[in-house]
């Protein structure tokens, strides 16, 4: 009998230990911002540029937080699933979303998300620029340049397939400029995230990449081949790959992976939060991963993000209508 | 060797013996099975390091495959399905006053079929991921449907009832946006819906809060066997009569460890079949040989390491507590699948290697922990359940701090308990459920890759197998019901 009623009270020892862990982290309230750790959307999957980006803050900005991040993947729609659940958030500063510029500017011209890109969030930082995302085969595909791939293609109408991260995003529009002009046909099969749409290449399910900027180290393994880059100017690490623009595309994919919270965020808690993650990108860890995956330093205040991603839309929906990938906008800004 | 020196680290120690204990714990009581656990426990590990909480979940599902032997042995209860088979022998073992080898090499069989379990995996699991990366959008439906497939035919009552909530669980792994588009879908303009129902509240509800119900309704009446448990080890008969038995019930059970759907339950059945075909004194069966104890506690033991590999490797659970632990992966951010071994070594070979340690441990906690088990058994269950209630309750709030969430998992919890009621078996939904997103994902990329035709399903070599085994399955399963539906016709042609 007695035994009996030590292991019960065993049995209740450990609950209770169990519970008294899940109370104890969860931290006595204090009256002050941030009472508990911060949860982190990240609005691609594990791998992909944007998850390596908001991963590797944590490193400075938690401890200029005083607070642990937890971050979520939430991939899907070109990142706009985890906008629209950060849009439905409160404003009480414990949820952000890393995501890259495409999903406020580009995404939302193209479908018709449940979320206003320009009055839902509250930007809070800009961080890192990934203009050098390519157009990317297997080592082993016939294509050695980009004009033989071009001719293939035209030749060869909806014999290409490529994969990409997502409609709408900088990728999938840089393929559509391209088809719009050249009259050509192919087929874009959409992956939650970039890493997942290389591996769909490497895995020989698709012909061509559009490819995030987490390609790099692949291409520099010599695994992939680059056709060409996206950016304003050549990639400094693969300086034979020509730009779009080079080619004769009337486009230049401009993409900062920023980091939001829900509209009419507090003043106060903007203030901290910004103040963190600037402490995030600040740290050589960060800097090291940047240069890594092939992205550059691109520092934004809050108020400067907004007015670069009021300026961004309204240069998108002009290049978007001109090469005729639309009409008018599928989602209203505000 | 990586791995040890992660697995060994002081703290992923603690949570490989947290994990034992609770796992086996588990095993020992009937009602919470593995699922039930791990998800109730799902919220704690938020808190801690992304190995050390696979660490101590898989350790749960392992230490289960102990446990649940015991109370079969002792008190004819399995403590979970994998189990059943052993009461057969096990219990009369127990009440011929040999209940110390029967437990013993239950133990020791456990150990070794856990432990070689282990070593395959380390050795397989490499090759079978470069494999994976041939796995593309056609193969991975394909192998979805397989494993839905098996789920619903290894169900243990109705397959028309099990198909059912396997689609249920399908369509409700569809509340949310889009994956692609980003259109919402059966929201109903919730925005909690928007980001669909999670995991979590959904097996603490079906798996927890539905087994508290249904407990409420049973006054348990245990008859605790009477015999003392004498020596504790087997003799060298023991050994000798069971050797080949332990060998053949690991390989059995490794091999059907790695089939979506339910492996470790079935190795146990099979492997139990086997030994009795092979045996020399089949009559012994059943009348407590101890055989009959070895193989299937070893096969049990080596399906739960081996169905590890389809879930590392190609990211697909093949069972209902590894779909959770998969959901444990996902909420740590890490994707299990082909490149989980590249990108995430430390958790890949520390998980692996904390395995074989949780098995060392195991084997040294439950020999003498046996005659306690059983006490534990005794605690009464107007403690323990209000308890396991508190437990989800507060499991399910703090995942999110949402009391959305709560509901979630009260709805399930009531649904769980006339699942139950109605004989309806949880496991196909939420498998269906966690599988749903992959589902259509790869379904979608598939279909836009070969421009809406089904017919490259059929062309592609792995997927044209696969297909056509699940196909085999749905077929198979209603030739008994067209076999009696023609009796039938023919008894009433010859009344006429």
Redesign the interface.
Known sequence: MKRKVKLSMLFVATVSFILGQLVLFEGFARCEYPEKPVTVLVSFDAGSTSDLIARMLAVGAEKALGTRLIYENRGGGAGTVAMALLANAKPDGYMVCATPTDTIAYVPLMLKVPFKPLKSFTPIIGMAAAANTALIVNKDAPWKTFQEFIEYAKKNPGKIRYSSAGVGTGMHVAMEVIAKKDGIKWTHIPYKSASGARMAMMGGHVEACSAGAEFVPSARQGLVRVLATHGEKRSPQFPDAPTLKELGYDFTKETIHSMFGPGNLPPEILNKLEMAFTKGTETPEFKALIEKIDCTPAYLSSKDLDRYLKELWGRAEKVFKEAEIIKEPATQPY | MYGFSIALQPENLFFCLVGSV?GT?VGVLPGIGPPGAIAI?L??T??ISTTGSIIMLAGIYYGAMYGGSTTSILVNIPGETASVVTCLDGYQMALQGRAGPALGISAFGSFIAGTLGVVGLMLFAVPLSKMA?????HEYFSLIILGLTFVTYLSHGSMLKAIMMCFLGLMLSNI?????????RITFNV??L??GIGIAPVAMGLFGIGEVLVNLEQTVTTELVKTKVKNLFPSKLDWVESKWALVRGTLVGFVLGILPGGGHVVASFLSYGLEKRVSKHPEKFGKGAIEGVASPESANNSAASSSFIPLMTLGIPPNVTLSILFGAF??H???PG??LIR?YPDVFWGVLSSMYVGNVMLLVLNLPLIP?WV??L???GK??YP?IL??CL??AY?MNNSVFDVFVMIIFGVLGYLFRKFEFEGAPLVLAFVLGPLLD?NLR?AL??S?GSFIDFFIRPISAVTLSVSILLLVSATFPFVKKRLQQYRESVDED
Do not use: H, N, R, W
Not at chain 2, 133 to 137: A, D, M, N, Q, T
């Open positions: 609770l714990l426990l919220p704690v938020f808190k990366l041939k796995f593309g959008p949310g946006l889009d994956p692609i588009t980003s259109t919402p925005p909690e928007f980001d996902l909420i951010g890490i994707t082909p490149f990108d306690m006490q534990v005794k605690i009464p403690y323990l308890l508190l437990f507060i499991g703090s994902m990329q836009l890759m421009k």
